[in-house]
Structure formats: structure tokens, C-alpha cells
């Protein structure tokens, strides 16, 4: 469930966004955050609505500017969509790629950032609030019980914040919002319980064969719920994709 890691890390970056509103930094309306796509699969469209919708779960005003470079790991072209997502008036930068190129841009830029899979804090101090990452040991320690216990083990497995099969880096204290670490301990305890649902309605979105998305209040899409694999593939309201 590593869409649940990013919902929660959207939740600081709403608050970020908040606390820079507060300041005069940019308007409501100008609250758009960019990111970076490796490939337009399921996996990066559920993981950046997730990280979108928790990013409005706190800025209701925010949007976002989608880039894809397809590559899982261009360090040169992360960085230089980064640079054109910041020039496009993008306030914050968040990524679904594998490489430190878009935090080191943020950094030479001022602009927050939240990164994927490690900590950017030793490439990007001033900028990086946190990461959301996946753990492969909350498996692993599952495989080994069911050995242990002479159990079959589930190849197709999907384990959830609350299990620690993922998770976020290191807070940077020094420049998140005020409130960001209790917000998304409440965040988590909704996930957790099943109160907070990540693709929750309202929501409209529309898929590339023009299916759309319609849930009302009260309904919500249940990502991996028939299998390790996520499937919400919709481009939801509020999020422009650019090639």
C-alpha cells in the first residue's frame, strides 16, 4: 500500500503549501504542485492521486502539473523536468523516479520537495521535508513466520502503513509546517482504522479510454483490493498530465 505513504506525505505538503500561503509566498489559487512520472502505469497514477489527494486534504485550493520522462531512473532528465515544472509556476515538487535529480534542482531552486524511496535531506537540506518509501522487511519477516510455522506463503502480498510495509523518511524539522507530524499521525490512524480512505468521494476522473470515475460522498475506490497490483488508473480532477 505504498499509495497510503504518499497520501500521508501529501499531507505535509499541504501544509507546506498552507504555511507558504500564510506568508504571502503565492496565492490560494496558485497552489499547484509539481511531479515527476517515471511511466504512465497504474503504480505512478495511483501513486500521485494519493499523493495529490492528500496534498488537498490540507490545501483544498492545490492542483497539479504532471510530468513523465519514461525512465525509472534519469537523474539529468528528472532534473531538468523538475527545472521545467518550477519554471511553469510549480510551488512544491514531488516524484514517482528513482534518482536525487529533482530534489537537487528544488534545492538550487527554494522549492520544497518530497522524495521517493530515500531520504533527499543529504541532497536537498534546506528544501526535502520527507520521502515516502516502501519496506521490503515487513515481507520478508511475514515469509519467514510462515516458514517458521510451516504456513504457505502469499506471492501476492500487499502489507499497509500500519504493517510498515511503507513508510516516510526523517522528518526536516527545520522547515516543515507546524502541526505536519501530528496531522499525519491522525492521517495514519484513519488508514489504519479504515475512517480515512485515500481515493474517497467526491471524486470524478477520467481514465485514458475515457471511462470515468464518479464517486459520490460516502463511496470510495479500494486500490489493491483484488490484488498486490494497483489498478486506479483515472486522472482525477485538479490534475493536468503533460507529455
Known amino acids: 500500500h505504498i499509495y497510503q505513504g504518499r497520501y500521508l506525505a501529501g499531507v505535509a505538503a ?52 504532471v510530468r513523465y520522462t519514461n525512465s525509472w531512473a534519469d537523474m539529468a532528465l528528472e532534473k531538468e523536468t523538475a527545472e521545467a515544472l518550477i519554471a511553469n509556476g510549480c510551488v512544491l515538487i514531488s516524484q514517482h523516479a528513482d534518482t536525487t535529480g529533482a530534489p537537487s534542482a528544488c534545492e538550487a531552486a527554494g522549492v520544497p520537495c518530497v522524495g521517493y524511496n530515500i531520504s533527499m535531506l543529504p541532497v536537498a537540506p534546506n528544501t526535502a521535508l520527507t520521502s515516502a518509501a516502501g519496506d521490503w522487511g515487513a515481507y520478508v519477516t511475514y515469509a519467514v513466520k ?77 486500490e489493491n483490493e483484488k490484488g498486490s497490483s494497483p489498478t486506479f488508473t483515472y486522472i482525477v480532477d485538479g490534475v493536468t498530465v503533460l507529455s
Request: some cysteine; glycine content about 12%.
Open 146 to 222: 510462515c516458514l517458521i510455522d510451516g504456513e504457505a506463503i502469499d506471492q501476492d502480498w500487499c502489507g499497509s502503513y500500519a504493517e510498515g510495509a511503507c513508510y516516510l523518511s526523517p522528518f526536516n524539522d527545520a522547515i516543515i509546517a507546524d502541526g505536519t507530524k501530528e496531522a499525519i499521525e491522525k492521517a495514519a490512524a484513519g488508514l489504519a482504522d479504515g475512517s480515512v480512505q485515500v481515493f474517497a468521494g467526491p471524486l470524478h476522473g477520467k481514465d485514458a479510454d475515457g471511462n470515468e470515475l464518479n464517486l459520490a460522498e460516502g463511496e470510495y475506490y479500494k
Open 14 to 65: 499541504g501544509l507546506k503549501m498552507n504555511e507558504m500561503i500564510a506568508a504571502g509566498k503565492f496565492t490560494a489559487e496558485e497552489a499547484k504542485i509539481g511531479y515527476i512520472g517515471a511511466f504512465t502505469y497504474a503504480e505512478v497514477v495511483s501513486g500521485y492521486t494519493s499523493f495529490f489527494l492528500g496534498a488537498r486534504s490540507m490545501c483544498p485550493s492545490a492542483t497539479m502539473e
